[in-house]
């Protein structure tokens, strides 16, 4: 069903036809919803079109892993029922002795896998600051399997070089490089065009774009490196549901409007909450500040819709900021068109001890915000209204 694209074709044009076309029985313009668990075939091991179960492949998961492998400019792409399943496909591949470099202000759940569950099988794992590649060179070792990072991180945004990162991946001859671009999505950033290996995708975030779905997706280039994961897709079993393969096809289609307008509204919250009396630091790309910036403006065309801020008064007036806003949500996640607001240390970034969570960085009153699609000044109206209640746990006067 797929169409034959334009080789030249843009971003916004593959977003919408790459992987789909008109049904060739009846046309129908949206792919199908393929709700089948099996599909007959013409005799013992003929099948049609190569489809036999769904846990293997689905139609309508097909057309959505083409779409993805387009949109990030890889060969090939694999969905999976959450991005954890995504992560655990990757660390599925290792065997006991096998090291994983990784970045030290890692997503809560990712870390909390890493340490709990793949630890437990003799998987070693070396958190480090990568965005500083002397780093992640200092703790490479010959038995290391992955560089494994966040950028722009999570909660953090602290941006890692793909370039460099990739380099030295590769001259280890051992490991591969793989980028989590949750937050930034291949509108705004493509590490397989700076030299990364796979890239990562929690689909429940911007490319789903609605908080309806829960998905996951890895995307490459290697052939060898999609035959050993679409073995772990299809042997484990942790695959995409077709519907929710579907949704995600609908949210790919406006990513491009989408995004333009997240990071328009976040960086006008940004810039408001950097001159704001009560805010200690703003961390967002897009900000003069950034530590680092030069890397945003080189790797990504724009800071994306996701920025975290930190309160004068701690956790007491980060509670009462997020507890407080009227129409930023709070709520876990992130990437839909609904402004979303949490605490990470309490919230998504829980099962990662405080001690380590503040060694990297993260303070216990740090503010995650979401920034959806609503007009601006209304978000930066709720905005002030929360920052008053914050004041007023915090002691401190409310601004004027």
């Known amino acids: 069903m797929s169409h034959s694209l334009p080789k030249d074709a843009r971003f916004e044009t593959r977003a919408i036809h790459a992987g789909q076309g008109p049904d060739p029985r009846n046309g129908a313009v949206m792919t199908p919803v393929y709700l089948t668990s099996t599909y007959a075939q013409d005799a013992p091991t003929v099948t049609r079109d190569g489809y036999e179960y769904s846990r293997t492949s689905n139609p309508t998961r097909t057309a959505l892993e083409e779409n993805l492998a387009s949109l990030e400019n890889g060969n090939w792409g694999l969905c999976f029922a959450s991005g954890l399943a995504s992560t655990n496909a990757l660390m599925d591949r290792l065997v006991p002795g096998d090291h ?3 970045g030290n202000d890692l997503y809560g759940g990712t870390y909390r896998m890493f340490t709990k569950v793949f630890e437990r099988y003799g ?3 070396s958190f480090v600051d990568t965005t500083d590649p002397d780093k992640i060179k200092e703790a490479m070792r010959p038995t290391t399997k992955y560089v494994y990072i966040e950028t722009p991180s999570n909660p953090l945004l602290n941006l890692t070089d793909i370039a460099k990162a990739a380099e030295i991946a590769k001259n280890s001859g051992t ?8 937050f930034a999505t291949p509108y705004l950033q493509r590490p397989l065009e700076l030299g990364a290996d796979i890239v990562l ?8 774009g609605h908080s309806d779905l829960i998905g996951g997706a890895l995307v490459g280039r290697d052939e060898k490196t999609r035959e050993e994961l679409a073995f772990y897709q299809n042997a484990v079993g942790g695959c995409l549901a077709p519907l929710d393969a579907f949704l995600v096809l609908r949210g790919t289609k406006t990513l491009g409007v989408r995004m333009d307008r997240h990071c328009s509204n976040a960086t006008k919250v940004a810039e408001f909450l950097s001159e704001h009396e009560l805010v200690d630091r703003v961390i967002y790309p897009g900000l003069p500040n950034h ?3 030069k890397i945003a403006q080189a790797q990504m065309s724009q800071p994306g819709g996701m920025l975290s801020f930190e309160l004068k008064g701690g956790v ?3 509670n009462a900021f997020a507890s407080t806003t009227k129409i930023f949500t709070l709520a876990e996640s992130l990437g839909g068109v609904e402004s979303l607001v949490e605490v990470p240390p309490s919230m998504t970034h829980a099962s990662i001890p405080a001690e380590i969570r503040r060694a990297a960085g993260l303070a216990d009153g740090l503010v995650r915000l979401s ?7 209304d978000l930066v109206a709720d905005v002030t209204q929360a920052l ?4 007023k746990a915090a002691g401190a006067p409310a601004a004027s």
């Open 371 to 377: 920034v959806g699609l609503e007009h601006e000044d």
């Open 123 to 125: 998987i070693e794992f």
């Open 316 to 318: 007491e007036a980060a």
């Open 100 to 102: 994983v470099v990784a």
């Open 388 to 391: 008053t209640a914050a004041a």
């Open 201 to 208: 995708h929690s689909l429940s975030k911007y490319l789903g």
């Open 175 to 182: 490991a591969q490089l793989v980028v989590d671009n949750t």
């Open 291 to 293: 530590p680092q910036l």
